[in-house]
Nanobody, 124 residues
Framework: QVQLVESGGGLVQAGGSLRLSCATS????????MGWFRQAPGKKREFVAA????????YYTDSVKGRFTISRDNAKNTVYLQMNSLKPEDTAVYYC?????????????????WGQGTQVTVSS
């Protein structure tokens, strides 16, 4: 079992920044890559970014490229999502998720463990 706990959400004005954290615990040795997803009210959960635990290769959805950066601190077993130039359409509950597969995937059903989510609200 892998446990994930997100933090760092909040209310920010458009153009501002937030950094989300996802602390992992439990059987973390089984994790191959971590992802961030988000879900806005009335919408499906969507992929935001992912990072390979070993090597650090990253992948982003087009709408956040150049604004968001995913990173990890292996010593702290923590993954981060630095969000800059935030827009009102970035408002959502953000979730981190862990995957044990060989390749970075963007489908939420392919992830094995999930955090409880943290709310990000961007005001215009």
């Amino acid at each position: 079992q892998v446990q994930l706990v997100e933090s760092g959400g909040g209310l920010v004005q458009a153009g501002g920044s937030l950094r989300l954290s996802c602390a992992t615990s439990g059987r973390t040795f089984s994790i191959t890559h971590m992802g961030w997803f988000r879900q806005a009210p009335g919408k499906k959960r969507e992929f935001v970014a992912a990072i390979r635990w070993s090597g650090g290769s990253t992948y982003y959805t087009d709408s956040v490229k150049g604004r968001f950066t995913i990173s990890r601190d292996n010593a702290k077993n923590t993954v981060y999502l630095q969000m800059n130039s935030l827009k009102p359409e970035d408002t959502a509950v953000y979730y981190c998720a862990a995957n044990k597969g060989d390749f970075i995937v963007t489908m939420s059903k392919m992830y094995d463990s999930w955090g409880q989510g943290t709310q990000v609200t961007v005001s215009s």
